[in-house]
T-cell receptor, first 109, second 113 residues
Framework: SQQGEEDPQALSIQEGENATMNCSYK?????LQWYRQNSGRGLVHLIL?????REKHSGRLRVTLDTSKKSSSLLITASRAADTASYFC?????????FGKGNQVVVIP | GAGVSQSPSNKVTEKGKDVELRCDPI?????LYWYRQSLGQGLEFLIY????????KSGLPSDRFSAERTGGSVSTLTIQRTQQEDSAVYLC???????????FGPGTRLTVL
């Protein structure tokens, strides 16, 4: 089954720096999505990139998708303390999301 | 507009009891999903509804788990004879259809003593 896996799993950066997270998956997908989770509760959708897209931007977020390598990256530019959270990639296929284990990002003010 | 809501937000129960978790999706969303999140297993898919039908129940971990959706809206997830390994946060999500972003509720934290 599809399974996103993020790398690295924990990241600590200074406010203003950029944060990059990577995700790999195993099978073909319809799209790949990134979510943020604060305090272990509800997931907030950040960005969706379809399988025929290579790059997408949303505010300070930039997502790339390489279907030949079955990988994606999420870049958060000019990080803020409020960006402190867990970030998950999820691949969409077979009418479900398959999530990776998540990246814990801590932005130090 | 209103997002996905779930109730209760927290549930503590004794081993062997049945529990019922509720999800109110965003109005008009035909697709509804249940996931659960636990420390050991991460985020796992449980079941997917398209309208009132559940074409994919493959994620349900055992026959103690069941779910239904009525009127194409509210869904309930029932766990019978709860076990300690059922302790997790149960998350519901809805979507206008498949292949779109999913909107998640705040979750129900279930603790089985």
């Amino acid at each position: 089954s599809q399974q996103g896996e993020e790398d690295p799993q924990a990241l600590s950066i200074q406010e203003g720096e950029n944060a990059t997270m990577n995700c790999s998956y195993k099978t073909s997908i319809n799209n790949l999505q990134w979510y943020r989770q604060n305090s272990g509760r509800g997931l907030v959708h950040l960005i969706l990139i379809r399988s025929n897209e290579r790059e997408k931007h949303s505010g300070r977020l930039r997502v790339t998708l390489d279907t030949s390598k079955k990988s994606s990256s999420l870049l958060i530019t000019a990080s803020r303390a409020a960006d402190t959270a867990s970030y998950f990639c999820a691949t969409e296929g077979n009418n479900r999301l398959a999530f990776g284990k998540g990246n814990q990002v801590v932005v130090i003010p | 507009g209103a997002g996905v809501s779930q109730s209760p937000s927290n549930k503590v129960t004794e081993k062997g009891k049945d529990v019922e978790l509720r999800c109110d999706p965003i109005s008009g969303h035909t697709a509804l999903y249940w996931y659960r999140q636990s420390l050991g297993q991460g985020l796992e898919f449980l079941i997917y509804f398209q309208g009132n039908s559940a074409p994919d129940k493959s994620g349900l971990p055992s026959d103690r788990f069941s779910a239904e959706r009525t009127g194409g809206s509210v869904s309930t997830l029932t766990i019978q004879r709860t076990q300690q390994e059922d302790s997790a946060v149960y998350l519901c999500a809805s979507s206008p259809s498949t292949l779109y972003e999913q909107f998640f509720g705040p979750g129900t934290r279930l603790t089985v003593l």
